[in-house]
């Protein structure tokens, strides 16, 4: 049994058995040979522009960004239960990140979120969180991000967060999700608490 290493020799083999079946004549022969090569050749280059121009997979890595709005709703610890607008307090927070995707399963994102915090007739920045974490993206437009959390106010902790793409543009992309920030730290009960947000990533 021959091994052929080359495979354009085994081409140029193949291409110039089905001549000899197809012709009698030298000279056909060698036409038909000829003819053929030139057609298997059109396919091949044809057949990988096609491959090329139709290849929609994106590039990795990729690098996003996105600005948002977080509301908390409720805060426990072993007190007892905090909410959002109690004791004529309001507190809303406008976080803000990028993202770097290694795939299409897997990111990295840093996050800044100043806090405002509105009571008795004035408001003002109370805390700025940074919580920089892992992105697991999922199907459907699902993503699950845990982050770690450092807060100017003194406290830390991690933040679990369930994302969903809701709408799709060409440039920007609008989604909402569910975050449980778990602290701990400066002379205060652990805590766990929920939030809503909704941003738009760009």
């Known amino acids: 049994m021959i091994v052929y290493d080359n495979t354009l020799t085994v081409l140029d083999i193949l291409i110039n058995k089905l001549s000899l ?3 009698y004549h030298c000279d056909k022969r060698i036409a038909m040979r000829n003819y053929l090569l030139v057609a298997l050749l059109f396919f091949i280059v044809n057949n990988n522009a096609f491959a090329q121009t139709n290849n929609s997979s994106p590039s ?5 960004g996105f600005v948002s ?3 908390p709703i409720v805060t426990f610890d ?3 239960s905090t909410y959002n607008f109690s004791k004529g307090s309001y507190t809303v927070g406008f976080p803000m990140a990028i993202m770097i995707f290694k795939s299409d399963k897997i990111g990295y994102t840093f996050e800044v979120a100043p806090i405002i915090n509105s009571a008795n007739g004035t408001s003002k920045v109370s805390n700025v969180v940074f919580d920089p974490g892992i992105i697991f993206r999922r199907k459907h437009g699902y993503n699950f991000i845990m982050r770690t959390a450092f807060e100017t106010g003194g406290r830390y902790g991690f ?3 369930l994302a969903k793409t809701i709408i799709k543009r060409p440039n920007v992309n609008y989604f909402v999700d569910v975050a449980a920030p778990v602290r701990f730290g400066n002379e205060k009960p ?4 929920f939030s809503f947000q909704f941003g738009i990533v760009f």
């Open 21 to 23: 079946v197809y012709c």
């Open 60 to 64: 990795y890595p990729q690098i996003k």
């Open 69 to 71: 709005v977080i509301h």
């Open 78 to 80: 072993k007190n007892g």
């Open 159 to 161: 933040t679990p967060v």
């Open 190 to 193: 652990a805590s766990i608490g």
